[in-house]
């Protein structure tokens, strides 16, 4: 397995989940990391990302001031702490290794893919 994610869970809306991708050294060290969520019915929709060394991030719109990425490159993990979450916050949250050492906002722009967890928001 190359990257696997955990952290997912249930949680009331204004909760808070860390979500961890751990992955391989090989798809970690020079390479963009992205988190993506796929809700029922629903496209998979770019969540956050970071490039090689941490030094540029990137957010959507939704996400943005809830949402904190960050990576730990002696480890080959990478966190996504979720604060403030909301009902529509709702979904299965994939971890993804880019293609290149910035990490894009589609996810064409990654080829490694992890498993997925389920984090779901009650209101």
């Known amino acids: 397995v190359q990257l696997q994610a955990s952290g997912g869970g249930s949680v009331q809306a204004g909760g808070s989940l860390r979500l961890s991708c751990a992955a391989s050294r090989r798809i970690f060290s020079n390479n963009g990391m992205g988190w993506f969520r796929q809700a029922p019915g629903k496209e998979r929709t770019f969540v956050a990302g970071?490039?090689?060394?941490?030094?540029?991030?990137d957010y959507a719109d939704s996400t943005k001031g809830r949402f904190t990425i960050s990576r730990d490159n002696a480890k080959n993990t990478v966190a996504l702490q979720m604060n403030s979450l909301m009902p529509e916050d709702t979904a299965v949250y994939y971890c993804?290794?880019?293609?290149?050492?910035?990490?894009?906002?589609?996810?064409?722009?990654?080829?490694?893919w992890g498993q997925g967890t389920l984090v779901t928001v009650s209101s």
């Open positions: 993804a290794a880019a293609r290149s050492a910035v990490a894009s906002t589609s996810a064409s722009g990654y080829n490694y």
């Open positions: 970071i490039s090689w060394n941490g030094g540029y991030v």
